[in-house]
Each structure stands twice: as structure tokens, then as C-alpha cells.
């Protein structure tokens, strides 16, 4: 049986992955659509943290399905999980992951996950954003010794389309075969 291709909504610039994704899921979007974006103007982690989001690297946010998993911080370890598996199985390098949320790369951050409810009158789904920096080529002074990219640590480009589909693909494994 083919696996189902994955509904990528893709826009150049949004304020956040997040917010435009949390308001699909509050209107009814399917679980597992996707919204994507070229570059965010306003991407943000944990506590309301910026997350610098130029052209290059890769943005997105998923509608995660109802699922036996209501801790928001056990469904973004598992996200950092599936990211740094990836990135170890299509690169060979040694990802680590910092708890709760980031993937660090031979000792700087490659990758945050943010996991949100979407609340009505009761949760009525999560929402998953990831940020990785994959073919950004530098950062600003004040990021240079904390963040990274897949591009300046290999010396190669990326392709995002490949990555974004594995990372899917493995959050809708994981998520299968927990949730029974």
C-alpha cells in the first residue's frame, strides 16, 4: 500500500509556522498538514525565545493527530528524537539532543521544536514546530557561537524537501506505534 503524500501548504514569508498552523487547526485542518515557510519573520521557541529564521533553512509546523500522548514536552523529545535520527542516518554525523527541545551539532544548535495545544472548550489538537537550520550559510554575531547549520558543519548543501518528508515520515511512524 503507498504511503499517503503529505499536504504541504508552502508560503515565501509567514510571521510563524505556528500561528498560521494553529489557527488551520482550530478551523478543522486535518491532522498531519503541514505549513511551511521559506523564511518566518517572527519564528519563536520555547518561553516566547526569537528563532532566527532566515531563507535557507527549514521551517515548518504540523497538525499532529489526537494521539494517547497528552504531554506536550514528551511529544517534542520524541520530535527531537526523529530529527536527530535523520539527520544521523543521512549525514553520519553524532547529533545530540539537549532536553527538552534542541538538536546541537558538534556543540551548537541546529534544530528547536516547540509543541503547542490548539484550546477550544478542550484541547483539540497539538501543534508541532520545528526549526532547523539547514542551508544557512551564517548568523549574526550574537548567534555565532551558540547556532549552526547542517551547510557549515558538512560544507554542502541541503536538500529540504528530503529532509522535511523523513522528519514526517518518522513523526507518523513513532506516533503509529505508540499510539496503538
Do not use: H
Amino acid at each position: 500500500m503507498p504511503e499517503e503524500k503529505n499536504k504541504i501548504e508552502s508560503f515565501e514569508t509567514l510571521e510563524s509556522t505556528n500561528i498560521l498552523a494553529k489557527d488551520r487547526a482550530r478551523l478543522g485542518a486535518d491532522p498531519w498538514t503541514v505549513v511551511r515557510a521559506i523564511k518566518q519573520e517572527r519564528g519563536y521557541g520555547r518561553k516566547g525565545s526569537g528563532w532566527f529564521s532566515p531563507a535557507g533553512g527549514l521551517y515548518f509546523s504540523v497538525i499532529l493527530p489526537k494521539s494517547n500522548i497528552d504531554d506536550l514536552q514528551t511529544l517534542t523529545i520524541l520530535a527531537a528524537y526523529i530529527v536527530s535520527k535523520v539527520v544521523k542516518e543521512s549525514f553520519t554525523v553524532e547529533p545530540l539532543i539537549k532536553l527538552p527541545n534542541d538538536v546541537y551539532l558538534n556543540g551548537k544548535k541546529i534544530c528547536g521544536v516547540l509543541t503547542e495545544n490548539v484550546i477550544g472548550t478542550e484541547v483539540k489538537s497539538s501543534v508541532m514546530g520545528i526549526g532547523l537550520n539547514t542551508n544557512i550559510e551564517s548568523f549574526p554575531p550574537e548567534l555565532e557561537n551558540t547556532a549552526t547549520s547542517l551547510k557549515i558543519e558538512l560544507k554542502k548543501d541541503i536538500d529540504n524537501e528530503t529532509i522535511l518528508s523523513q522528519i514526517i515520515d518518522g513523526l507518523k511512524k513513532t506516533l503509529a506505534s505508540i499510539s496503538g
